[in-house]
Every structure is written in C-alpha cells, then in structure tokens.
T-cell receptor
Framework: RKEVEQDPGPFNVPEGATVAFNCTYS??????FFWYRQDCRKEPKLLMS???SGNEDGRFTAQLNRASQYISLLIRDSKLSDSATYLC?????????????FGDGTTLTVKP | DAGVTQSPTHLIKTRGQQVTLRCSPK?????VSWYQQALGQGPQFIFQ???????QRGNFPDRFSGHQFPNYSSELNVNALLLGDSALYLC??????????FGPGTRLLVL
C-alpha cells in the first residue's frame, strides 16, 4: 500500500461544476499537508497548504481529518484553466523530517 | 528574482552510462531536494541536501548520489543507468520550513 493514495480519476466535468478530490495517508506522524497542481509536462506548483481547521482560497477549499488520515480538495465553479493534475503531498517529522511524500495525482479535465 | 533552474532540460543516454543533472536553487534558499517522476506517477523523493550534507534519503539505490556546493546549488548523479531510470527529474528548493519551489525538471531518456 502506498503511503499517500489519491482518487485514481480522471475526472471530466463541465465548466461551473463542483468537484472534490480525496487523499488518504498512512503515516500517523505526518505533520503538514499540501495540494500541488501540475500542468502537462510542467513542474508541480503549490496550490494551497491544508490546515487542521480547514482553509479556503477563493474557489478552492481544503480539509484535513487527522483521525481518519484523510485530506480533501473541493473546487467550486470549475474553470477550463483548472484542468491539470492535482497532487496530494504529506510531510512528516522525526526520522522522515524533510521528506515530502506525493500521491500519484488525480487528473481533472474541465470541458466547455 | 530567478526561480529554481535545472540543466539540461533534456538528455538521452544509453544503459550503463552515467549522468549528472544540475540544479540552482531559488535566491535565498539553502535546502535542495531531488525527485524522480515517472510517467503517470507522482514525484518520488530521492534525497535532500542542506549545508552540503545529505539530510534525508528516500528508497533509491546507491547508484543515485548527490552533492551540494557552498553556493547551495546541487548535482544529482546516477551511475549504471537502467531503462527504468527514464523519468522527469525535479529539483525543489526551500528555506527552513517554507514552501518548496520546483524547477522545470530534466527529462532523461535511457535507451
């Protein structure tokens, strides 16, 4: 089992739709959590950090459930420009401090 | 303010050869991490360098080695290349526990 698992996707949605991605992690010592966006043949770029209380950035909302070891990303009012692969990232403390573990990503295609 | 830069952008090698990839961190960053991203997968952590020392390492064989220079730039070396080493190699830099910034990557093809 992978340390970080994401919905396999792909997700194909119409413009304006709301879409949610899920991510689970296996290391209970995980301390910080992020969503990155990666466009085709480009490098990953930070979309948002994920805080315990949940956080929102415009149309994007991230949630963390430590008890269930689960992270989510909600995108409202999808735009064509949201089409990309979304990567869930988990950082740990202790012996794994400094090591970022990525999921394999979920691909989103927003269609007109 | 230059971001993370990597060279070369593309590289073709044959099995058994050795390769060196280079990374210059974002200005002000002192920590460099290297990742391997195979097609259809997420980036896999190779190792991280801080103060010219390898601080953390992922599950990669000793064929993968690195170095960090006093100016914080870094190299990734891969010996005895295998077909399975074909991937996008990403460098990321950071300072302290701030956000990681990724470079554009080097695409390595092993024939």
């Amino acid at each position: 089992r992978k340390e970080v698992e994401q919905d396999p996707g792909p997700f194909n949605v119409p413009e304006g739709a709301t879409v949610a991605f899920n991510c689970t992690y296996s290391n209970s010592a995980s301390q910080s959590f992020f969503w990155y966006r990666q466009d085709c043949r480009k490098e990953p770029k930070l979309l948002m950090s994920v805080y315990s209380s949940g956080n929102e950035d415009g149309r994007f909302t991230a949630q963390l459930n430590r008890a269930s070891q689960y992270i989510s990303l909600l995108i409202r009012d999808s735009k064509l420009s949201d089409s990309a692969t979304y990567l869930c990232v988990v950082n740990s403390l202790g012996t794994n401090a400094g090591k970022s573990t990525f999921g394999d990503g979920t691909t989103l295609t927003v269609k007109p | 303010d230059a971001g993370v830069t990597q060279s070369p952008t593309h590289l073709i090698k044959t099995r058994g050869q050795q390769v060196t990839l280079r990374c210059s961190p974002k200005s002000g960053h002192d920590t460099v991490s290297w990742y391997q991203q195979a097609l259809g997968q997420g980036p896999q952590f190779i190792f991280q360098y801080y103060e010219e020392e390898e601080r953390q390492r992922g599950n990669f064989p000793d064929r993968f080695s690195g170095h960090q220079f006093p100016n914080y730039s870094s190299e990734l070396n891969v010996n005895a290349l295998l077909l399975g080493d074909s991937a996008l190699y990403l460098c990321a830099s950071e300072r302290g526990e701030e956000t990681q910034y990724f470079g554009p990557g080097t695409r390595l093809l092993v024939l």
